[in-house]
């Protein structure tokens, strides 16, 4: 962000270089993921009725000196001077600035939209519609730079979300590529679990079966890239994609790991992963000097376009290609 952009801002400057360190995940807090899910859940009878939404800043007034204070000062703000209105609307703004207010320094500023209580999908930085694929009947994306993904039915965004991928300076970056999800389990014990210690996922959904990549539900959906290489989500957004997205079939079944030795008879959900790992915490806005922007994703033309990210995928595009 430029120098005088950020004495505009009154400390969003302060805010990037606080966060831009080796673990900027733990440096922004941590998420009640439970208060998350009426926000996530919140459903427009059709994505045609969302407004656009705009947005603008907050700064979380230093003036007393007290945090507690600035905070309710924050709360009664966003909430039209109704401070736990105010309360329950900030969670919106963790999401969509992936930092706790609780976390935030005195006289930094945050992101805030004009409008509240809508359908999450109201603030998605992907379209509302893949019109390339409308053919196809559930495509997942993982886009790296805003640290977000998508799942699309037959073109229509059906719901968005915020994630973790891999720490690319770890030589544990999250493969870029075109992919199928493949087996699945509710709850799993990482491989990388330190001696002594478990490392407990839930609603594990792999993609990348050579490299055990997978999809889970952690802690820390906050920040940039800092996984272990696979991509986390918040509990509901986890539970959910479990549910919606469809598993590989093989002649050993459909569900956990041992269906790795069976013979493939029908991918599962496409799952799209690309875009520039961000140097740091990814920034969802474009900050500009009266207001803040969101960025848009650009879906690739045609997700086919995606390289294929494993041998076996490149296997069976072939087979997909005799069989037209």
Request: aromatic share 12%.
């Amino acid at each position: 962000m430029p120098t005088s952009l950020r004495s505009v801002l009154l400390g969003v400057g302060t805010l990037v270089l606080l966060l831009a360190g080796p673990n900027p995940a733990a440096a922004q807090g941590y998420f009640d993921q439970y208060a998350l899910e009426d926000i996530l859940s919140t459903r427009a009878e059709h994505l045609d009725n969302l407004p656009d939404v705009y947005y603008e800043y907050v700064v979380l007034d230093d003036l007393s000196g007290n945090h507690v204070v600035a905070r309710n000062r924050l709360y009664q703000r966003i909430g039209d001077g109704d401070s736990e209105l105010g309360r329950g609307r900030a969670q919106l703004l963790e999401l969509l600035n992936r930092q706790t207010v609780e976390n935030t320094p005195l006289g930094d500023t945050l992101v805030a939209p004009t409008q509240y209580g809508l359908d999450f999908r109201a603030y998605s930085p992907f379209p509302r519609y893949y019109p390339s694929a409308h053919t196809l009947d559930k495509v997942f994306i993982i886009h790296k730079e805003v640290q977000a993904f998508a799942a699309y039915e037959y073109g229509e965004l059906m719901r968005w979300g915020i994630v973790n991928t891999g720490d690319p300076d770890s030589s544990r970056a999250t493969p870029s590529g075109r992919f199928n999800f493949n087996w699945k389990e509710k709850k799993r014990v990482s491989t990388l679990s330190p001696p002594g210690e478990e490392w407990k996922m839930r609603w594990v959904f792999n993609f990348h079966a050579a490299r055990g990549i997978h999809i889970h539900q952690y802690s820390m959906p906050t920040g940039g890239p800092t996984s272990h290489g696979c991509v986390r989500l918040v509990d509901a957004d986890a539970k959910w994609v479990y549910d919606w997205a469809e598993p590989w079939e093989t002649t050993r079944g459909h569900m956990g790991p041992s269906t790795m030795r069976g013979t493939l008879l029908d991918p599962g959900t496409m799952v799209l992963v690309f875009g520039e790992e961000p140097k740091g915490t990814p920034e969802p806005f474009v900050y500009k000097k009266r207001y803040p922007v969101l960025k848009r994703v650009e879906l690739p033309n045609d997700p086919y376009s995606v390289p294929p990210g494993t041998a076996q995928q490149k296997l069976w595009d072939d087979q997909r290609r005799t069989s037209r």
